[in-house]
């Protein structure tokens, strides 16, 4: 008797090392499903979903390997078609499997908080209230994870203006306007983010930051892209019949290739930006038959030193 109990606790312990080190690697694998980090603040989030993953990992793969081995080592045998023992309720069990899903969730909820708090995204709640009760800044990510170059340099500032259908970035260091967002690497960004008309979400997935831009406020908004490349910049709110066109480049560069680019564009004349959402509108209006809804007709083309892709 004592033999088998010592084999079922070897059983038992070998099985959740075997789900433990599962789920860890499964965790691990989370971090591919996702875009490339291009931001500092993308490394907190994916932090975050790689433990929600490793977590809903473990609980899947615990819960199926009991049910697995029940099968297996204590099924009936055959032509036993007697009732179970009558076992009443076990106070002590009812209590465990309550409390470890409460735990669970206070642990997912903490942590949650905390990144949250480590990167401060501003929403419309911060409106509804006379006053941010938390007192958190802009998104930023952790020092720690931050390139250590970044904390020093100074900000640089950039103005965003979202309107149906396009969206507009202002330089005013060098007095430039774009429909293509320039970042440099490493260094702190400080967008100030406005619209013109609607609400519209500035969501960039490779920096895994979303903002509402509510109309008639000014939102400053943070972070510090880390990886050189192009990105895309897309509406997260639903703002009238063309939002779906609403969408920009974002190129991450040196800072060098940054000042480069700036000092070209400053060279160049203001001109009208190609815009899709205005050209579709044109040719729905001069068609002879006018179907679907009435819409909001686009704002006029922005006018701009460069014209993004």
């Known amino acids: 008797m004592k033999i088998q109990k010592i084999l079922n606790i070897l059983t038992l312990l070998t099985g959740a090392i ?27 989030i994916d932090d975050l979903i790689s433990f929600l993953v490793t977590l809903g990992a473990f609980i899947f793969l615990g819960v199926t390997s009991t049910l697995m081995y029940s099968v ?18 076990n106070i ?45 800044q802009s998104a930023h990510a952790d ?55 609607v609400l519209h979400g500035f969501y960039i997935p490779a920096f895994r930051l979303k903002q509402d831009i509510i109309p008639n406020h000014a939102i400053d908004f943070e972070f510090t892209p880390i990886r050189p490349g192009q990105y895309r910049l897309t509406d997260s709110q639903y703002s009238g019949t063309y939002f779906a066109t609403m969408q920009a ?20 004349k203001p001109s009208l930006a190609n815009n899709q959402a205005a050209s579709e509108y044109a040719q729905t209006s001069n068609q002879s038959v006018q179907t679907g809804w009435v819409t909001v007709p686009p704002a006029a083309p922005p006018l701009v030193n460069i014209i993004g892709n």
Not at 249 to 268: H, M
Request: hydrophobic fraction near 45%; proline fraction near 8%.
């Open 18 to 44: 075997a789900v433990t080190v599962t789920s860890l690697w499964i965790g691990k694998q989370a971090y591919s499903w996702l875009p490339p980090q291009a931001a500092a603040e993308s490394l907190l």
């Open 72 to 89: 297996i080592f204590h099924r009936a045998v055959k032509d036993d078609f007697t009732d179970g023992p009558p076992i009443h309720g």
């Open 92 to 136: 002590t069990l009812e209590v465990v499997w309550t409390a470890i899903p409460i735990l669970l969730v206070f642990w997912i909820a903490g942590y949650s908080y905390q990144i949250y708090e480590q990167m401060g995204i501003q929403g419309p709640s911060e409106l509804v209230h006379l006053h941010n009760p938390l007192a958190m």
């Open 143 to 197: 020092p720690k994870d931050a390139p250590a170059n970044a904390l020093a340099e100074p900000v640089e500032k950039i103005d965003v203006l979202a309107k149906q259908w396009a969206w507009v970035f202002h330089y005013p260091e060098k007095d430039i306007t774009s429909t293509e967002l320039h970042l440099p690497s490493d260094r702190r960004i400080r967008l100030a983010l406005k619209s013109q008309d």
């Open 249 to 268: 480049n974002v190129v991450v560069e040196s800072p060098e290739d940054y000042q480069q680019w700036l000092a070209q564009a400053a060279t160049q």
